[in-house]
């Protein structure tokens, strides 16, 4: 073959490439979408695939570009993704026409990851009756039932917090109630002494970090699984099973059998699953494998701690800049306890009118989740509209964007809590707040991470302050590696005891 004939070759290969990476390009185009302008191998993504930029913080930059759209097209690589901003059409989405769009789009890889196979991830088949079987552990009888030991973990966790006051050095908040949050996981929802406050070398605390640490290694991961999940997915038969995985399951399936064998009884998360292997039936035709249980335990620890701590830190740091919103929920806190004492109860709690817009901005200015997922099972037109998508289109909804929309909440980037008072809340169209998601697929144990974070608010400014110190990164800026949302360098902050007379 001479020298001609390979260029020849090489360039039929590279305009094959080419071709391949770019066909579907047109996409948007032929469907009247209007939407940023894809590059090759990138899409319109290339930031995010660099880490430059976090997904969430990208999607705001295209709702801002567009802002006059009730659609936007963009390209996760050659994968066309469609962005919803339209809340009618977001509602369609997410209730009216949810059996359109059931499935939240991501792939099971159950030999690669075991641990995937849990309620977040799981296509409909097998979601439907998992979240009907679970979903009784998440009533409000039964928080009024855990009341009590989320509130003893919130003293452990005063108790911690007068340790470190002493000291009168910076505390890492994110470190500080991840402990505390992982405690009330263990306590409420597995009956495990966790012991992250009381031991820095928990188990369990480590698992956490692992799972959500933005290392280079867990980025790789996930780009591989995103591009080629096949190759992927045959990995997990020459690779042995992570460290998380193989704790995870171990714990899982010991204490299913230690209560099985003592006739341990406590009416938790781990009962209901327990409750599930002894009767199968209850899910159909689905195969309850060990694997399958001891992940629906494993999104429930690392979802319940995660989420929570990260929301009870950011509400700290915004506390800690404005002082005279936390010297007001902390005179609402303070009135509380002076009607009913030191025993509080979940009703006490409910009432903390101010304590709530606190946590509903909170959840605004940084929602953990910056965008919602969602997959057409079959084609669909969308309402009052001429774009039709295929079978298995992926939707996106971008809540951080619409978040910090200024035309829904005025200077988006100021801590407010008055934007949810009643009338205010009244105001505004309901899907342009979604900390939680809506619809069937909403965050199931949205009532308990309500309640563990109030409740350790509660216990830690009542008796402390918090301010700003020189560790802390003011203004704020986010860490483009994390999959959750999260600060560069974590929230350091100062914490006093208060002299009361």
């Not at 296509?123 to 039932?145: A, D, H, I, Q, Y």
């Not at 303070?334 to 909170?362: H, P, R, W």
């Not at 953990?368 to 509209?385: A, E, H, I, N």
């Amino acid at each position: 073959m001479d020298p001609f004939e390979i260029l020849c070759g090489i360039a039929v290969a590279l305009i094959v490439l080419y071709y391949y990476f770019t066909s579907t390009y047109d996409f948007w185009n032929s469907r009247g979408v209007r939407g940023p302008q894809p590059s090759l191998l990138f899409g319109t993504v290339k930031d995010v695939m660099l880490t430059k930029k976090a997904m969430g913080h990208y999607l705001k930059e295209v709702y801002d570009e567009y802002k006059d759209e009730s659609m936007i097209g963009i390209f996760l690589r050659k994968t066309p993704i469609l962005i919803v901003k339209n809340p009618e059409l977001i509602k369609d989405v997410l209730i009216k026409d949810f059996s359109k769009f059931a499935d939240r789009g991501f792939t099971v890889l159950e030999k690669a990851e075991p641990l995937s196979q849990h309620l977040f991830l799981l296509e409909p088949k097998r979601w439907r009756p998992l979240r009907t079987n679970l979903s009784p552990v998440f009533t409000s009888g039964k928080l009024k039932e855990m009341f009590s030991l989320i509130s003893e973990c919130a003293d452990h966790l005063e108790k911690y917090i007068e340790k470190l006051a002493n000291i009168k050095e910076p505390v890492e908040c994110r470190e500080l109630t991840a402990k505390y949050t992982t405690d009330v996981i263990g306590t409420c929802a597995f009956g495990i002494e966790m012991n992250a406050m009381s031991n820095d070398d928990s188990e369990f605390r480590r698992m956490g970090r692992q799972v959500f640490a933005p290392t280079w290694k867990n980025i790789i991961r996930t780009r591989i699984r995103s591009i080629i999940p096949s190759l992927y997915n045959m990995l997990g038969y020459i690779l042995p099973q992570n460290e998380v995985t193989k704790f995870f399951t171990r714990v899982i399936v010991e204490t299913l059998d230690y209560r099985e064998k003592n006739n341990v009884i406590r009416h938790d998360f781990v009962d209901m699953l327990r409750e599930l292997k002894k009767h199968p039936e209850k899910l159909g035709d689905i195969d309850l494998t060990d694997s399958l249980i001891a992940a629906q335990a494993f999104v429930f620890f690392i979802a319940g701690f995660e989420t929570s701590s990260t929301t009870m830190s950011h509400a700290l740091y915004e506390l800690a800049i404005n002082q005279q919103i936390q010297d007001k929920l902390r005179k609402e806190i303070d009135q509380e306890y002076a009607i009913y004492g030191s025993n509080l109860t979940y009703d006490n709690v409910k009432k903390m009118s101010y304590l709530d817009k606190v946590f509903k901005e909170t959840l605004r200015k940084y929602p953990p989740l910056t965008f919602l997922m969602r997959k057409s099972v079959s084609d669909y037109t969308f309402d009052g509209t001429k774009v039709s998508i295929p079978k298995n289109q992926s939707v996106w909804i971008p809540s951080y964007a619409i978040h910090y929309d200024p035309s829904i909440y005025p200077e988006p980037d100021v801590f407010d809590p008055e934007r949810f008072t009643e009338e205010a809340e009244r105001s505004r169209h309901a899907m342009f707040y979604l900390p939680f998601g809506d619809g069937p697929r909403n965050c199931i144990g949205a009532r308990f991470a309500v309640h563990q974070t109030k409740i350790g608010l509660i216990k830690m400014l009542r008796n402390y302050k918090v301010e700003t110190c020189e560790k802390t990164r003011i203004p704020y800026k986010n860490d483009p590696k994390a999959f959750l949302l999260a600060p560069i360098d974590g929230i350091h902050l100062r914490i006093t005891k208060i002299e009361r007379i």
